[in-house]
């Protein structure tokens, strides 16, 4: 489809080359950009944290590709009813304004298209990280509990110094045992100090004792 606004040849031949870019750009995330960024080993430390995420990956995904396939058949029977109003109309000059409006929604339903790839892409990787893990397909409550309370150990583990600051030390016990959070208090402050939490209690001991 060459564009009206270029005069020049050349660039109409670039542009409709730019244009071929959109599959390539809406394949969505690689399976190493999954894995390393989206299930990553520190956000997600157990096989069962990455197991739970990717459902949670698959379901925004299918939420997607449901609405896409809506939007994409309305789309496509609004582009038929705008060919049967092009076929009925006599005049010249809303005959061509009626095929700019069909060319414009052509273009709207083959991005739409192209997303539907990109997503499928990203759910075919999450669905086999769901697929590979069919022993957490039917857990009982009791071991649902035990693993992601394993996960969330894990992820404080990773991470202490955020778990610390916005829960307490009260769940850093119960997280890593009284032990590892006694070790991990004494190098915290020796590397970096106090707490802001630490610090207004201080200020607050001083002030009633100013007081």
Same mark, same amino acid.
């Given at each position: 489809?060459?564009?009206?606004?270029?005069?020049?040849?050349?660039?109409?031949?670039?542009?409709?080359?730019?244009?071929?870019?959109?599959?390539?750009?809406?394949?969505?995330?690689?399976?190493?950009?999954?894995?390393?960024?989206?299930?990553?080993?520190?956000?997600?430390?157990?096989?069962?944290?990455?197991?739970?995420?990717?459902?949670?990956?698959?379901?925004?995904?299918?939420?997607?590709?449901?609405?896409?396939?809506?939007?994409?058949?309305?789309?496509?029977?609004?582009?038929?009813?705008?060919?049967?109003?092009?076929?009925?109309? #006599? &005049?010249?000059? =809303?005959?061509? +304004?009626?095929?700019?409006?069909?060319?414009?929604? %052509?273009?709207?339903? $083959?991005?739409?298209?192209?997303?539907?790839?990109?997503?499928?892409?990203?759910?075919?990787?999450?669905?086999?990280?769901?697929?590979?893990?069919?022993?957490?397909?039917?857990?009982?409550?009791?071991?649902?509990?035990?693993?992601?309370?394993?996960?969330?150990?894990?992820?404080?583990?990773?991470?202490?110094?955020?778990?610390?600051?916005?829960?307490?030390?009260?769940?850093?016990?119960?997280?890593?045992? #009284? &032990?590892?959070? =006694?070790?991990? +208090?004494?190098?915290?402050?020796?590397?970096?100090? %106090?707490?802001?939490? $630490?610090?207004?209690?201080?200020?607050?001991?001083?002030?009633?004792?100013?007081?």
């Amino acid at each position: 489809m060459e564009l009206a606004i270029l005069q020049n040849k050349e660039d109409n031949k670039m542009m409709e080359a730019i244009s071929s870019f959109l599959t390539d750009i809406q394949k969505g995330n690689t399976e190493i950009q999954i894995n390393n960024f989206v299930l990553n080993d520190i956000g997600f430390p157990t096989v069962y944290s990455k197991y739970q995420q990717a459902k949670v990956e698959l379901l925004s995904r299918w939420s997607r590709i449901v609405d896409l396939d809506y939007s994409i058949r309305e789309d496509e029977i609004k582009i038929k009813i705008k060919e049967r109003e092009i076929g009925k109309e #006599d &005049d010249d000059l =809303k005959k061509q +304004l009626l095929k700019i409006e069909s060319e414009k929604m %052509l273009m709207g339903l $083959e991005g739409k298209k192209a997303s539907v790839n990109g997503i499928l892409n990203e759910a075919r990787i999450f669905w086999k990280v769901y697929a590979e893990n069919p022993q957490f397909h039917n857990l009982s409550p009791d071991d649902e509990y035990k693993l992601d309370a394993e996960n969330w150990a894990k992820k404080t583990f990773n991470m202490p110094t955020i778990f610390e600051e916005r829960y307490g030390g009260e769940y850093m016990k119960k997280a890593l045992g #009284d &032990d590892v959070y =006694k070790q991990y +208090l004494e190098v915290r402050k020796k590397a970096f100090g %106090l707490l802001p939490r $630490e610090m207004m209690n201080i200020k607050q001991i001083g002030d009633s004792e100013n007081g």
